[in-house]
């Protein structure tokens, strides 16, 4: 069982950024055994917004957040990053960290984290 443990968040303006960090316990990485980010947004589905599955290989990233968003992985602190640039309002909602899922299928996910607000003004 991988443990999840969001920090990071909060509120910002738009244009800012912010970045999130998921410590987990333990992990495996295969091709089809990913980490990632993925958001919810009130009154709408969770969406994936980033997924990092292989080491070494490409993220994958929701197609309309690509050159904002980036995900990262510091193995040796057991930690998972997502960075977010020039946020926009539509950015706002709550993001999630899970492990052991499939690139960007919220629903193939088996662990999550607990989750943690994003909220960017106009």
């Known amino acids: 069982q991988v443990q999840l443990v969001q920090s990071g968040g909060g509120s910002v303006q738009a244009g800012g950024s912010l970045r999130l960090s998921c410590a987990f316990s333990?992990?495996?990485?295969?091709?089809?055994?990913?980490m990632g980010w993925f958001r919810q947004a009130p009154g709408k589905e969770r969406e994936g917004v980033a997924a990092?599955?292989?080491?070494?290989?490409?993220?994958f990233y929701a197609d309309s957040l690509k050159g904002r968003f980036t995900i990262s992985r510091d193995n040796a602190a057991n930690t998972l990053y997502l960075q977010m640039n020039n946020l926009k309002s539509e950015d706002t909602a709550m993001y999630y960290c899970a492990a052991h899922g499939m690139f960007l299928r919220p629903d193939s996910y088996q662990n999550w984290g607990q989750g943690t607000q994003v909220s960017v003004s106009s």
């Open positions: 333990t992990a495996t990485i295969t091709a089809f055994n990913c």
């Open positions: 990092s599955c292989a080491y070494g290989s490409s993220p």
